[in-house]
């Protein structure tokens, strides 16, 4: 239980300095955007790009893990879209915000720290291939989904979709993962000072990114929206990463990295990007805002618990 607490304590302390930061001031709205921004557009991407082109690849690579993590993502979301229909009544646009917050993986703030820390090195390919498809796959289906909720369906829905799907291709968490792989497939050696510098900001990305998702969740309320939260949390805590491991392991019969990975990221809390998606089309904001909290608060239990049982 001692290598688990080391592992797992100095994550979610650091989220914590993040959350005590914007509490006491000491970092302020303005500052905690600027964060956020520094981390998705420089810290992680050059994290990512470095750790991908410095990587040695295994011989075989398990593509079939990327079916037990997003088989049991996109079952879990339909559940919260379930939820969202059945138990709360909600139009289908409100539905999209629901599955998202029982299938969206907060994947980089904490999914990359604390897979790293927890498995180390090797787990960095699994890793780089969920985050790769992560948003390339959910978000349009949220998107469809809003636009049929809303009638702006055919031209206006398909529009926004290929908007979307270039705006993903221009995401430099994607750019890096993609810099990374040509890098390392074409044999490169990086110069020495690119080399050094990369490595520092890989050092610092990891902290940086827990300090963003502290600072982020000090700015979220919950008040009058714990109901669909806590089902959705549930969902996403609990259902989420037993369906991954019933597809990596019964089914596929995976074994590590790949198979530890994709059942602990989908046993991930729910990620920002669902209050930021919710917040961009006006649609169950504080529902998205009250799941991430409740979410990444149960969530020091539940992944405790998945790392044990996972073998961390």
Not at 28 to 34: A, D, L
Not at 131 to 147: D, K, R
Not at 160 to 176: D, K, S, T, Y
Not at 177 to 191: D, E, F, Q, S
Request: hydrophobic share 60%; net charge positive.
């Amino acid at each position: 239980m001692t290598p688990l607490v080391g592992t797992i304590a100095p994550v979610f302390g650091v989220m914590v300095l993040g959350f005590l930061a914007v509490r006491l001031n000491v970092i302020g709205v303005v500052g905690t955007r600027r964060l956020v921004l520094f981390v998705f557009n420089a810290a992680i991407p050059i994290m990512l790009f470095y750790r991908i082109a410095t990587i040695e690849f295994p011989e075989q690579i398990e593509w079939s893990f990327l079916l037990a993590y997003y088989g049991s993502a996109f079952a879990t979301y339909g559940a919260g879209m379930a939820v969202g229909a059945f138990v709360f009544d909600r139009p289908l646009e409100e539905q999209a915000i629901y599955g998202m917050g029982a299938g969206f993986s907060n994947t980089v703030l904490l999914g990359i720290p604390l897979l790293v820390s927890a498995f180390g090195p090797e787990a960095t390919l699994p890793v780089f291939l969920i985050i790769a498809f992560h948003s390339a796959t959910l978000l349009p289906v949220s998107v469809a989904l809003m636009g049929a909720g809303r009638r702006r369906r055919d031209g206006v829905a398909r529009l926004r979709i290929g908007g979307l799907l270039i705006e993903v291709l221009a995401n430099p968490i994607i750019l890096g993962i993609l810099l990374g792989l040509a890098a390392n497939r074409a044999g490169v050696t990086l110069p020495r000072p690119v080399d050094t510098i990369a490595g520092l900001m890989a050092t610092v990305a990891i902290p940086c990114a827990l300090i963003a998702l502290g600072a982020s969740l000090a700015g979220y309320r919950v008040t009058g929206h714990l109901g669909p939260a806590t089902l959705l949390a549930t969902l996403k805590l609990l259902l989420h990463p037993l369906l991954a491991w019933v597809i990596a392991v019964p089914i596929l019969g995976l074994g590590a990295p790949w198979a530890p990975v994709a059942v602990v990221m989908a046993g991930m809390p729910s990620g920002a990007m669902v209050y930021l998606f919710g917040a961009r089309y006006g649609t169950a904001t504080e529902v998205a805002a009250a799941t991430v909290v409740v979410a990444s608060a149960a969530s020091v239990v539940t992944l405790s618990i998945l790392l044990v049982l996972m073998g961390a």
